[in-house]
């Protein structure tokens, strides 16, 4: 089937960019959120501004789309549930549903044997004594669902924070990670295609803070033999899911050099950013292509890249990067520039 509208949930500036690479493919882009000005509320040929458990509305749009893909794994699970018997939804509702629950992630991730940071499930109080014998501090708590961008977590460095760790996540359902000491974070981002074809964007290496993303550099710093494991561990993940789609794993490196999965994002990534400008075909076409049973297109690198996001109120400083030739600026549109909230990325280029 040809297929002429592409349905996505969510309006940040995931689907805005999702949207973008639609329509130049010949692809109607139609959003569905419950936020009418979110960035991609502006760009999509149609939307609809509900509520997510809104049956009325996502009645009519899972009518008005030929397929139907997510900007995030945290949309409301009973809404995709909803979409899944009456649409086509890519990828499916059981890698979403998956990756929704940082506690099944790592559960898939055990069934499949990949190695992963060590964990205890956290549903009482009481739990977080338990899992600090175990595993020891430093630590991480984090709520199984809901968090992105460092949100609903918290870092535990002593006994004493540990006890408070719980109420600042408002005793949410969480696990208890062990503080890893990595020497890297890296990520790769790929699709697999409807025939099961997967294509992978070089190894991206990253920096966080404060728990969050502040600049990607491409190529990664690794040897060959990571890039091929990093590739391995996502071929085997995205197989396992039959995975339809653009999929990044956010690895940590090891000092002895050992990966470890820190985290799975069934949607494309904010580290794969850079493909927008270092790439021929970016993510976000590569994801239209995926879900829209097109065949992918080359994910060559034609320029090395570094990625900064532009974060808060970083974003009135930010038409400065016009100044620098070889710098492009992507602001969201986003009218609240709250402190942690992504305004904007600007990706460098250099020779290869
Ligand atoms: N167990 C950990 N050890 C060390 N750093 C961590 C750990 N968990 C998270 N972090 C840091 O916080 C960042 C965000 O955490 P992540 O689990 O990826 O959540 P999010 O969904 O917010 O991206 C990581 O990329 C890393 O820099
Ligand atoms: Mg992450």
């Known amino acids: ?17 999702i949207a973008q690479a639609a329509r130049t493919l010949g692809i109607s882009p139609i959003i569905m959120t419950p936020h009418a000005d979110d960035p991609a509320v502006a760009i999509a040929d149609k ?71 060590p964990f205890a499930a956290i549903a009482y109080d009481g739990d977080i004594r338990d899992a600090m014998a175990e595993l020891g501090l430093p630590a991480v708590l984090k709520t199984r669902f809901g968090g992105y961008d460092g949100k609903g977590q918290t870092a535990i460095q002593s006994t004493t924070q540990a006890q408070h760790a719980f109420m600042q996540i408002a005793e949410q359902p969480a696990i208890y990670e062990k503080f890893i000491n990595f020497s890297k974070e890296i990520s790769c981002v790929g699709a697999r295609g409807l025939h099961g074809q997967i294509e992978f964007y070089d190894l991206i290496e990253n920096q966080n803070e404060n728990h969050m993303l502040r600049q990607s550099v491409v190529p990664a710093a690794v040897s060959e033999t990571i890039q091929q494991q990093a590739q391995q561990i996502f071929t085997r993940i995205v197989q396992a899911l039959d995975y339809v789609g653009v999929l990044a794993v956010e690895f940590f490196l090891l000092p002895d050099n050992t990966l470890l999965v820190n985290e799975i994002a069934p ?86």
Request: charged share 15%; net charge positive; glycine share 8%.
């Open 1 to 17: 089937m040809t297929i002429k509208t592409l349905g996505i949930l969510g309006g940040g500036q995931l689907a805005a960019f």
């Open 47 to 117: 939307v609809f501004i509900a509520p997510w458990r809104d049956a009325e509305h996502l009645d009519q749009f899972s009518r008005a789309c030929d397929v139907i893909t997510v900007d995030s794994e945290n949309i409301d699970y009973a809404a995709l549930n909803y979409l899944c018997g009456r649409a086509v939804l890519r990828p499916s509702l059981a890698a979403l549903g998956i990756f929704q629950d940082r506690l099944s992630e790592r559960t898939f991730l055990q069934a499949l044997n990949i190695p992963s940071v």
């Open 267 to 352: 949607r494309v990534h904010n580290t794969g950013h850079f493909t927008l400008d270092a790439c021929l075909h970016s993510q976000f076409t590569q994801h239209v292509r995926a879900i829209c049973g097109l065949p992918l297109g080359t994910t060559q690198r034609l320029a090395n890249a570094t990625m900064r996001n532009i974060v808060g109120e970083e974003v009135y400083a930010a038409q400065q990067w016009l100044y620098t030739p070889n710098a492009a600026l992507y602001l969201y549109g986003k009218k609240d520039a709250r402190a942690g909230r992504k305004m904007g990325h600007v990706t460098t280029l250099s020779a290869l």
